[in-house]
């Protein structure tokens, strides 16, 4: 790799660390594809690293969304498995709260 492509990626990785902080301090796309613009990075490179920020920022929501998922259906058949053992009490909190965030997680998940 020539010194001309090594200090293309380092520059590119920057950027995409900068554009994530930027993200992360809750600016939108548009305004985190005018400050990459404005400081210095080209069109074409511009969208690959926005490219990159949606795809990562995609794959992390789906992540958050199947533990959610997991979690949810844990606490919901657990307070369901409580309620019949016939203990004397109903779990209708574990089985609520279970269901809510199980659809919450299918939600996220296929959006």
């Known amino acids: 790799m020539s010194e001309n492509t090594q200090t293309a990626a380092v520059d590119i990785n920057e950027m995409y660390h900068y554009a994530a902080n930027l993200q992360i301090s809750g600016k939108n796309v548009r305004e985190i594809k005018a ?10 490179n511009t969208n690959i690293v926005i490219g990159w920020l949606s795809e990562d920022t995609s794959n992390e929501v789906k992540e958050r969304a199947k533990k959610d998922m997991l979690y949810g259906a844990l606490w919901c058949v657990g307070g369901l498995v409580l309620t ?27 959006s």
């Not at 400050?35 to 074409?44: I, T, V």
């Not at 609520?96 to 659809?103: A, D, K, V």
């Open 35 to 44: 400050a990459l613009l404005e400081r210095g990075l080209d069109e074409a």
């Open 84 to 110: 019949f053992a016939h203990i004397g009490f109903i779990f209708w909190g574990a089985i609520l709260f279970g269901g809510i965030q199980f659809f919450k997680g299918v939600i996220n998940y296929n």
